[in-house]
């Protein structure tokens, strides 16, 4: 009879967020899965919890998910943790839990302690709806690019970062995104956690008046606002932007973005209306 994998949600920082179920199903499977078995041995020696650990993360994955897999169709049970928070999220555990799901095994979530949700409740940004997109590309261009992509998304916008690189990011989300409320918290449930709130310029302002900046950091941008609605001409939309500076293509790709349309699109509008001038 195959066993059962537990994924669990253990503590972003402050070691009494964890909840009673959790302990005692720590205490009762037969192994622990877990990033760092040094991270992880900190919270099961508070809690008294004396079974097996087993590493498992981003550079042993693939064989580890191997050997978990023969263990739970043994009739082992397995509970899969992070160092902290909620497993899969930013963190290694896809493998394990799509081949269990995949071999039949019954997959249980415990559910519990998320730093994207922890941050998003306290930010004052709209709750309705989110976009999670996990850690900052590393590289200029590439986060640059990620801002420009969701810069139309309705929803608030959820992203991880370091914090060697957050007043790079910071600068390049103000760069991007200049007007748009932004909250960024870090060091969530400890001793010094710490929200801040306005522009990203604003922000990164606050960030350097610090002595040092420390700990994991959650950025989140509020949604996009609701269009208003705009009944000036295609044409005429575009032969203002060129007007005040933007070159025409960008003013082509900014009113075709506003409205909705494609390019194409917006070159049949003008051409209809003005004749054939854009090429």
């Known amino acids: 009879m195959a066993g059962r994998l537990y994924v669990v949600a253990t503590p972003i920082g402050n070691l009494e967020d964890i ?10 499977v037969d192994w622990i899965a877990c990033e760092d078995t040094r991270t992880t041995g900190h919270l099961l020696q508070h ?5 097996r650990t087993i590493s498992y993360h981003e550079h042993n994955e693939l064989p580890r998910a191997a050997e978990l897999f023969s263990r739970l169709q043994a009739g082992e049970k397995g509970a899969l943790v992070s160092d902290a928070g909620t497993p899969l999220l930013s963190d290694p555990g896809y493998r394990i839990v799509h081949g269990a799901v995949e071999a039949g095994i019954q997959v249980e979530a415990l559910p519990g302690p998320s730093a994207l ?25 590439q986060r640059m690019r990620l801002f420009e992509s969701l810069a139309d998304e309705p929803a608030t916008l959820i992203f991880y970062e ?3 690189r957050i007043l790079e990011a910071l600068a390049d989300l103000a760069a991007v995104l200049p007007n748009r409320q932004v909250a960024v918290a870090r060091e969530l449930t400890k001793l010094h956690e710490e929200t801040l709130r306005g522009t990203a310029a604003q922000i990164v302002r606050k960030l350097e008046a610090k002595d040092s900046i420390r700990g994991e950091f959650v950025i989140l941008v509020a949604k996009a606002a609701e269009p208003e609605p705009d009944d ?17 293509m960008d003013a082509i790709k900014t009113v075709a973005r506003e409205r909705g349309l494609s390019k194409r699109d917006v070159y049949k509008l003008v051409n209809n209306t003005r004749g054939p001038k854009l090429k």
């Open 162 to 164: 370091a914090p060697h």
């Open 19 to 28: 909840t009673y179920r959790a302990v005692r199903v720590l205490k009762d």
């Open 117 to 141: 949700l922890a941050a998003l409740v306290v930010s004052g940004l709209p709750t309705d709806q989110f976009h999670f997109a996990g850690f900052l590309p590393a590289k200029r261009g």
């Open 232 to 248: 000036t001409p295609v044409d005429e939309a575009i032969e203002l932007l060129v007007g005040a500076g933007i070159a025409r």
């Open 47 to 51: 809690y008294g919890i004396g079974t």
